[in-house]
């Protein structure tokens, strides 16, 4: 069975870093087909991707997050961690991660597995 | 990397079809056939319904169904259930390893 678990601060300060983890269990992160990517939904909003990691370290991030966010992972851990630096209150979300896995094309990949979530504040 | 524009709200009664558009540009869900589509209940984690336009993950009702013309994908629902009440989103392949969610439908059962 395939999970994925989000873990990290509930409430950070503006300015600070935040640094989220996703363990993921029933995949390894080694896996050629697969990788994990990290997806945000401000209350009442809308999804948005965020970055993604696969297994040979290939990293992706969002064009307009992308000085912000670094994603790394531990294979021998099963741990995926996103840190997202200078929080805004804007950044209030739930913060997901989801397996990728690759479809039938180049460039194919789905998110076909998700955490629960974790809702993070960004709040003095 | 701009929202795929969705509409805000769709609804049907029960046993009706509905659908869902999801519109992007040239530049993402025009030039690929890599939507997906997630729906998601209150509260709850999205979970995959369509990959690469019209496939469907094992598991899920044949009553989804998923197309593509041009820049405009869309999600049709067959024999609307009340448990389909949920929020909807697209997402495509964006060129350069990226991607990009639609804006959300969220769909009611009157």
């Known amino acids: 069975q395939v999970t994925l678990k989000e873990s990290g601060p509930v409430l950070v300060k503006p300015t600070e870093t935040l640094t989220l983890t996703c363990t993921v269990s029933g995949f390894s992160l080694s896996n050629a087909r697969m990788g994990v990517a990290w997806i945000r939904q401000p209350p009442g909003k809308a999804l948005e991707w965020l970055a993604h990691i696969f297994s040979g370290d290939e990293k992706s991030y969002s064009t307009s997050l992308k000085t912000r966010l670094t994603i790394s992972k531990d294979t021998s851990k099963s741990h995926v961690v996103l840190t997202m630096t200078d929080m805004d209150p804007v950044d209030t979300a739930t913060y997901y991660c989801?397996?990728?896995?690759?479809?039938?094309?180049?460039?194919?990949?789905?998110?076909?597995?998700w955490g629960q979530g974790t809702l993070v504040t960004v709040s003095s | 990397q701009s929202a795929l524009t969705q509409p805000a709200s769709v609804s049907g009664s029960p046993g009706q079809s509905i659908t869902i558009s999801c519109t992007g540009t040239?530049?993402?869900?025009?030039?690929?056939?890599?939507v997906s589509w997630y729906h998601q209940h209150p509260a709850k984690a999205p979970k995959l319904l369509i990959y690469?336009?019209?496939k469907r993950p094992s598991g899920v009702s044949n009553r989804f169904s998923g197309s593509k013309s041009g820049n405009t994908a869309s999600l049709t629902i067959s024999g609307l259930q009340a448990e389909d009440e949920a929020d909807y989103y697209c997402c495509s392949y964006a060129g350069s390893s990226t991607y990009v969610f639609g804006t959300g439908t969220k769909v009611t059962v009157l």
């Open positions: 040239s530049s993402d869900l025009g030039s690929y056939n890599l």
């Open positions: 989801a397996r990728m896995t690759t479809g039938s094309y180049v460039n194919s990949y789905y998110f076909d597995s």
């Open positions: 690469e336009g019209n």
